[in-house]
Each structure stands twice: as structure tokens, then as C-alpha cells.
DNA sequence: TTATAAGTTGATAACGTTGTCAATTGAGTC
DNA sequence: GACTCAATTGACAACGTTATCAACTTATAA
């Protein structure tokens, strides 16, 4: 910038002065100054001009994931990056792995950065070590599980209430023996989904029978596993819910394996790409994690933008899909 | 830092000293300064800390993708993401939509953010643009596909020889008449693996039939569209290469659509999830993003290290995944 | 003409940190 | 007791930029 400077014939403040659109600034000057940028190839220094600037603003943001490469998560990340690309905001992204000590370390290394919000899918359940850094003026704005003991912006799907659409589903196409497969029960919304399982059967008055249920299952593979378990009981399952994305997969990788997929009724949570063309497509409760991304975004920026007012919390419903398998009577 | 150096009772330079785990401080005032920047909550900005040190490394580099949330890439940002957290270092990604204006101007930037080093799936063709940059001392590496008028790492798929592999394969199971579904001829990998088609069906003596042929097809829908549209010809194709992973789902779903999905063959281009459950399931070539993402991660990281020898360009191999859609005869 | 205002430009300090180099201390050696 | 050496600490400048404020130029009004 002091080359450019000497060699437009200029002070350094005037550089600075076109380089950030301010007004002040004579055509002929400016001319000069855009010549000399181009001819010594200049490139501005966002990271020195932030320091400086009175707003300290990095024009960065960091997102924290479960794994940037599942569906779900990826999805919710695009979003946030149009949302911030239109105002000229870079996305860090980083994936937890539903690992607390993860969580921690990615978001202190997006904090020592200095990012000017944060848009966290949580794994960990205290958040209070959060406090320190939203005094000291970062935004964020949680997504798909709440906040633990910290009060800030939230985007929730509605996983009891959807589990209950899903099940009350197969409940009415005749089912009384409904299989269960759940996440990690660390995992906020796994228990909420299992709240609404098990509220929909007492809703029907169906009792709820241990056996049928299997918790703490993560994966496609253990999905799978399970899957055979419980269809090798004495009684077994008529139908099955499935209460996440790769769970839904592992369940239906099994019952067409033991070709049971057009004996056994399936609705699972979450939409599972591909989900139409199997025979039968697969019947989901979807989320809507475009949506999500984008009110997370929005709502991170206006509180970047100064917005003090109290917490938000959004909850963005979900949405019944049939395609068969839910469909499948008993 | 200067309040952390007052409570302490020390030097501003020593509490730097501190901070970076440099061997020359006593213990005693160590953990005084230790207690300090607890008891004060003090955080450490990275961004002033790599304005003055010698080596200006930020810590960060800039991944530029296809789209963050299509499989592909988000399996190479994963893969990415993992090697680079290893050694300290965040991810910023973004997506380019295969467009050569966002390309540079995420680019632009990344680097105005001093990244020490980019990753790049290239949209555009020229890439003299970034000639400067790595004059400045910018380390970049190419995925998937190479880059333009620049000579750096890449790290790609053999994708003719993958399609011809494919391509082979449905001769082999006695088709002639073999449609081709191809994405826009602006993407370097699109046109190696038409050039694969046209190569295995000469030297399999099999004349070319433009009408088998579809061009710049984007997409899922216009996938399901010009499949529909290869169908009805009044000599139809016996078996379909479909060149790219949502044009292999378009296909897919048309064929369903027309129940003819257990008549004409399916060949694909790059893995579908899912693949294993159709009827059949869906057969491929297969690419590897995941160690994709790695040995470019790693490359680019031995770059940054200082690695100045000659570039770098390696070719991952594909794999052919026979689910049975590949192998129904004509 | 002079006073005033508006429009340009520059000198200087500062953002939070680390590199350089010099000063201080204490121990060991002859 | 004088010397050397290593270990520890601090003063100061500098990284690339922008905020502040003062100075200058030109135009306009009285």
C-alpha cells in the first residue's frame, strides 16, 4: 500500500480512501491511485484492515456442523453461504462428529479468529462457555437442537411433533406393532423423537412393548443389525419408524435384503435422497434444512447488524412425504 | 494483553512468550500469567498475531467447490477438513456453482484473507489470473480437474478410461445401441469422459449414433427429460452411460417412471447413494473423493511446508461396482 | 474584496501482536 | 574477586491498515 501510494504520488490514507469507496476522493486521483493498484498488483489486506476498523468486523462467519458431508448438515451449509455471500461473508465450516471436546476446540479456533457470528449445530449440552465470548459481542444463533444454559436464537424442527405424524401414520393404516429405532440418546433431538413415539402410542392407547424399541443405534449398519433383531422376534414388528436419515437406510437395506420391504410398513425421519425411487419409495417425515439454513443466517446477520431484541425461537415444521412403504397395511 | 501483563506483573513480550509456548520463561511467572488470562478471560487474536510474525501463515485455507452440498464435494470437504484440523488449520469453503465470476470471486476472497493455501475445483478455464498469487507464495492444488494456463498440483480421476471402462462393460453384455448422457461441455471432466465413449465404442467397431447422444445436460430434471426423449426414438438405446452422479438419478427415475428400468441397461458415472437398494441396484464407476480430498490436502500442505519441487499430478483410480443395472442384457 | 463553506488531501497515532536486541540476574570457573 | 556464560525478562519498533484531525484549495456568498 506504500508503494501504491508513492507511486500514484499519493498519502497512504488516500489509497485507503479509494480502496474503500469513500467519497472524498478527486477522479483524477482516484484514477491515479486504481492505476497504480493494478500495475503492482496490489491486494488489500482484510486481515490488517480489520484490526484497524472501529467496527472490527472479519467479514467471516463460523458454522459448526455435525459432518459437512452429510446431507442434512450440507444442505443447512449452503444455504448459510448464500445467505452470506450476498453480504460479502466468508464461511468457515467445521464438522463435531456429535464429539463435545470437538465442538469446543473447532469453535474456540473460529473465536480466536475473531468471527463476527457463529451458527452452531450443537453437540455438547453446556453452553455456558459461550458466555465470555457473546459478552464480548459475537452473535450466534443455534440450529436443530436448543442451547444449553445459555439463552440465544434457536431454529428447531418440530421432532415430537413430527415423530407423532409419523407414527400416528402407521397407526392408521392399521399398525399396533410399531418398531422404533432411535439415535444416540445424548443427541437432543433423538429424545425428542422418542418422546413423541412414545406419546402417539398412549395417544392410540397402544402400549408400548420394550422389545419393539431399539436406542442408541448410530449408523447405517448398526440401522441394519437392529433391523434384523427385531424382526426375528417371536412377535415381531409389523411396521418400523425410523427416526434418522442413516437409520432409515440401514432399515431399508434390510428388509430388502430379507425381501420383507413390501410386507413391513416404514416411515422414517428425515428425507433420504433417492427415497422415490425405491419399490416402495420411502414414506419420511422431511425436515427442511434449506429453510432452516436460511432463517439461521438471516437471523445471525440481524443480530450482527445490532439487533438486541430478546431470543428468537423458530420452529420450522416438518412435512409428511408418502411414497409406499408407509403406506403398507398390516 | 496488556491488561493480562499488568495483573501479572509482567512484560507485554512475556505474556506473548506465554502464549506461544516459548521455552524461555520461568515457571513461576508462567503460571502467573497463566492465572492472569483466566482470571481476565483474555482471548488470543489470531489475526494481529499472524499480522507480525515472520511466516504470516493465517492458519486457514480456502476450499473452492462445485457446490458444498452436492456428495461429491462435500466428501472431498470432509476429507479436507480432517487433514487440515490435524495440524491446527480451518477450512473456509465455498461453492461455485460452475461459475467462472464466483470462482474468482471467492478466490479473490480467500485470498484477500491471506490463506496459506487454496484447494480449488476449477469452474473456469483460465486460470492465469492466479499467477500472482502464487508469486506472492499462495500454495494451491486442483481436484478433480486441471487447471488452466497455470501450471500446479492436481489431483484427478481417470475419467476417460473410468467411462471406457464402463462403456466396455455394456458392450460386453451385448449392447450396441448405447445412449449417452454427457454435462455441459464447459467441464473438463465432461468432455475426457465423452471422449472415453466415443474411444471404447471404436474400438469396439461401434459406430457413433449422434442421436444416442445428449450434450450439456444439467441436472436431474433435464436428465429425466432427454432420457424419455432417447426412449422414444424410433430405434431406441438398449443400455445408457450416464456421465455424472444427478444425471445417472434423472435416468434412473425415468426409467422407473416407464417401468422399463429392469429392460435398459444403466451404466453411471460416480457413486449414488442409495445405489444398493434400487431393483436393480444401480451399477457404477465409481470415484474416490475421499482420498481425493486427502492427498490433496496433503499436498497442499507439503507445499505450504515449503515443498518447491516440480508439480505434482496424480490420478485416482475408478472403480467399477457391478448392483446389477449394468448387466442386464440386451 | 473578504468571509465562509465545501471538497480534498495528508501527518500521525493506533489496532493487538511478535521480532530484535539489550539489560539483568545468578551460577559456575579460574 | 573478576570473569564468562546461560537463563530470564523487558523496551521498542514494526506488521498493513484506518480514524482523527488539521491543512490546504477552490467555489460561493456577502
Redesign the pocket.
Known amino acids: ?2 508503494e501504491v501510494a508513492a507511486l500514484a ?9 479509494v ?2 469507496a469513500e ?4 477522479d ?3 484514477s491515479r491511485v486504481v492505476g497504480a493498484i493494478q500495475r503492482l498488483d ?4 482484510h486481515g ?2 480489520s ?5 472490527r468486523k472479519t467479514s467471516t462467519i463460523g458454522v459448526l456442523l455435525e459432518d459437512v458431508a452429510n446431507p442434512f448438515s450440507s444442505a443447512l451449509h449452503r444455504e448459510i453461504e448464500d445467505v452470506a455471500l450476498r453480504r460479502g461473508v466468508l464461511v468457515l465450516a467445521g464438522s463435531s462428529d456429535e464429539d463435545e471436546a470437538r465442538e469446543q476446540q473447532l469453535i474456540a479456533a473460529f473465536t480466536s479468529r475473531r468471527v463476527d457470528g457463529l451458527i452452531i449445530v450443537p453437540a455438547s449440552h453446556d453452553h455456558s462457555y459461550l458466555l465470555s465470548e457473546r459478552r464480548a459481542g459475537t452473535s450466534m444463533v443455534f440450529v436443530d437442537r436448543p442451547p444449553g444454559f445459555l439463552d440465544a436464537d434457536s431454529i428447531l424442527t418440530d421432532n415430537q411433533a413430527g415423530t407423532r405424524q409419523g407414527v400416528g401414520h402407521l397407526i392408521a393404516h392399521g399398525h399396533r406393532r410399531i418398531g422404533y429405532l432411535g439415535d444416540l440418546m445424548t443427541i437432543t433431538t433423538a429424545t425428542e423423537r422418542y418422546r413423541g413415539y412414545e406419546q402417539e402410542l398412549a395417544a392410540a392407547s397402544i402400549g408400548l412393548d420394550p422389545q419393539l424399541v431399539r436406542l442408541n443405534v448410530h449408523g447405517i449398519d448398526r440401522a441394519d443389525a437392529a433391523t434384523v433383531e427385531l424382526l426375528k422376534l417371536t412377535e415381531p414388528p409389523s411396521a418400523l419408524f425410523t427416526s434418522q436419515n442413516l437409520l432409515t437406510i440401514g432399515a431399508s437395506r434390510a428388509l430388502h435384503r430379507l425381501d420383507l420391504h413390501r410386507r413391513i410398513a416404514l416411515v422414517g425421519f428425515d428425507d433420504v435422497l433417492l427415497g422415490d425411487l425405491l419399490e416402495p419409495g420411502i414414506t419420511v417425515i422431511a425436515q427442511d434444512p434449506s429453510t432452516m439454513g436460511r432463517k439461521a443466517a438471516e437471523q445471525l446477520f440481524r443480530r450482527i447488524d445490532g439487533d438486541q431484541s430478546a431470543s428468537v425461537h423458530l420452529v420450522v415444521p416438518t412435512r409428511l412425504i408418502t411414497r409406499g412403504s408407509g403406506e403398507i397395511r398390516r
Chains 1, 2 share one sequence.
Do not use: C, F, Q
Open positions: 500500500m506504500r504520488g499519493v498519502s497512504l490514507k488516500t489509497v485507503s480512501r480502496i474503500n467519497p472524498a476522493v478527486s483524477e486521483v482516484r496490489y491486494r488489500h489486506d490488517a484492515s484490526l484497524r476498523r472501529s467496527d
